[in-house]
């Protein structure tokens, strides 16, 4: 009797099909967010009852998605691509990357630059740091 895959990674084949639209997707979003018109039936075919439908919203950085995606297999999939993608990958070094699939099947691919760290806590860190080379040199 053969046995089939549980829900997990059932959408890896078809996000690995779409990489280099992806990346495409990430470099254009330079400028403004990108969009991309996916087939529905691609989606529904693999999984036409999924829990929540298709649609999920994943934030990525360095490979891994900083907001919670654990109630879609979707993004959880997307994810794991992506950060198999050198290219992917070295892109979410110096941003985060906003993934928003709707009800339509239409992706947006957003941007995001990093949050730098408040001055405030950079001269409190170089205080503690200056503290600590004076005490050793004494």
């Not at 693999?46 to 979707?74: D, P, Q």
């Not at 339509?104 to 409190?124: F, G, R």
């Amino acid at each position: 009797m053969p046995s089939y895959p549980v829900n997990h990674s059932l959408y890896v084949l078809l996000w690995n099909k779409y990489k280099p639209v992806l990346v495409k997707l990430m470099r254009d979003s330079e400028q403004a967010p990108q969009e991309y018109q996916f087939i529905p039936h691609e989606f529904r075919d693999l999984n036409a009852k999924e829990k929540g439908g298709h649609s999920f919203t994943l934030e990525a950085h360095r490979g891994r998605a900083i907001n919670n995606i654990k109630m879609s297999v979707v993004a959880q999939d997307l994810i794991e691509i992506l950060a198999k993608s050198a290219t992917a990958y070295e892109l979410m070094e110096s941003a985060i990357y906003e993934f928003k699939m709707d009800k339509q099947y239409m992706l947006t691919v957003t941007k995001k630059e990093l949050k730098k760290e408040e001055p405030a806590e950079d001269s409190a860190s170089q205080e503690v740091t200056k503290e600590v080379k004076e005490k050793e040199e004494a």
